[in-house]
């Protein structure tokens, strides 16, 4: 993926408003940093469970793992909130065609990330790129998902089935 600019970068925050300007864009420039990842900001609609939906910055593209001494790239979609880093995002596994999610203590059946991590986020301990840290290792011991080697059409609901309330 090609690198975006702070420009960029800037002109999507700007549009999307969030209450924590400043913070918001250190987090997302720490987390593009990292190594572990590979990741791009973008600006996309986040259906919730009531129908409605709000344009929000996602940062969308893959996390490196190690597993069984290989790596792989899982593929994941953080959404930040208005009021981001004061609440978690909301994380998701999002397989590409020839994958399939394995739900786990750690990732729901439609995909989302319910990490330990996630769950005991706090300002201003927690932050985006510790959270991708977080995901690289927990994905490590168990993976979210796997390949499907017959090729084979497996039913999934489409990404997002549904919003998370905020």
């Not at 999610?101 to 990490?115: L, M, P, R, T, Y």
Request: glycine residues 4%.
């Amino acid at each position: 993926m090609a690198k975006q600019s702070q420009n960029e970068i800037d002109t999507m925050i700007t549009k999307v408003k969030p209450k924590n300007r400043d913070l918001i864009r250190r987090d997302i420039m720490q987390a593009l940093q990292r190594p572990a990842s590979n990741l791009l900001l973008k600006i996309n609609p986040y259906y919730f469970n009531d129908g409605s939906f709000k344009d929000l910055l996602c940062l969308a593209g893959t996390v490196a793992v190690n597993y069984k001494g290989n790596r792989y790239n899982i593929p994941i979609e953080i959404w930040l909130t208005d009021d981001h880093p004061n609440n978690p995002p909301m994380c998701y596994v999002k397989p590409t065609p020839d994958m399939y999610i394995a739900a786990s203590a750690n990732v729901e059946s439609d995909g989302h990330i319910v990490i330990p991590y996630l769950k005991s986020w706090r300002h201003p301990s927690s932050d985006l790129a510790n959270l991708i840290a977080q995901m690289s290792d927990v994905f490590g011991i168990q993976p979210p998902v796997y390949s499907n080697p017959s090729g084979a059409n497996v039913a999934r609901t489409p990404y997002p089935t549904q919003g998370r309330h905020i």
